[in-house]
């Protein structure tokens, strides 16, 4: 019977939905198996000046978002610095309500060359970066319990050794491309140099300031250092709302995306 002596679990999380849906998972894994656990985020730069390690005998429950049907590509340098020490695994990835197209496997992928042996995986909804209606809300009560449900069928094959690794999941090798956002009149542009705007509403009280992932937002909360990767933390933190995109194909896509993919998606799991 395998057995594993704790339960880690990392996230990158700048509006907190994969990090509900990732502790969700390990603290029912950690109540049905009897083992503790522990969170470490890498969410913020301050959290990413070491790499991610895992002692030999953890269970590793890795979370990502999924950012344009991928891992996010500016995390892939620092996530290929992992090391498991040949821990179980589980890749867990959360998207907007459209799709999360071959992030899972990508992240999967990660793990087994960290040495982490993916044993299970899952992709979970959570309330869209761009909106606040897409997934509005999401990870739910029924998000979770079904979070719930899958660690203890994680438990369960586990303790028996039903597993197979790497666990077979949904996804495309080689990977496709980042999505490109779509124009009005059909053709796509890249937003990358697209930056939130700032409202007269703006107090400079630095929230915005403590949640960005990159460290990109300036003391003054109005100028920026370096790139903004739309992750929306400074937008849905902001507590005056103070902060908003007003690019015109953003604004397209994110009302594309919307109209498009208002059904509620439901979580996948493989074991």
Not at 106 to 120: F, G, N, S
Not at 123 to 136: D, K, M, N, P, Y
């Amino acid at each position: 019977m395998t057995t594993c002596a704790r339960i880690i679990t990392a996230y990158f999380s700048p509006t907190n939905t994969t990090k509900t849906v990732c502790e969700t998972i390990a603290q029912e894994l950690s109540r049905t198996l009897g083992i503790p656990h522990e969170s470490r985020s890498f969410t913020l730069p301050g959290e990413r000046t070491e790499p991610l390690v895992f002692p030999e005998g953890s269970l590793v429950i890795l979370g990502m978002p999924v950012y344009a049907g991928r891992v996010p590509n500016f995390m892939l340098k620092y996530l290929a610095q992992t090391e498991g020490n040949g821990s179980m695994g589980v890749p867990i990835v959360v998207y907007g309500n459209r799709n999360y197209d071959d992030a899972l496997i990508e992240l999967r992928d990660i793990m087994e060359k960290a040495h982490i042996h993916t044993v299970a995986g899952g992709a979970f909804i959570g309330e869209h970066s761009f909106s606040r209606t897409l997934g509005q809300g999401r990870p739910d009560s029924q998000d979770l319990n079904k979070a719930r449900s899958f660690a203890q069928v994680v438990a369960s094959t586990i303790s028996n050794d039903r597993y197979r690794t790497p666990v077979p999941v949904k996804g495309n090798v080689p990977y496709r491309p980042y999505m490109v956002p779509q124009k009005a009149d059909g053709s796509h542009k890249t937003i990358t140099k697209v930056f939130p705007k700032v409202s007269d509403a703006c107090t400079n009280c630095g929230v915005c300031v403590s949640v960005c992932p990159l460290g990109s937002i300036a003391p003054d909360c109005h100028t920026y250092t370096t790139f903004c990767v739309k992750c929306c933390a400074c937008v849905k933190a902001c507590p005056v709302g103070a902060r908003y995109y007003d690019d015109e194909t953003y604004l397209f896509h994110k009302k594309q995306l919307e109209e498009t993919y208002a059904r509620r998606a439901e979580p996948e799991t493989f074991i």
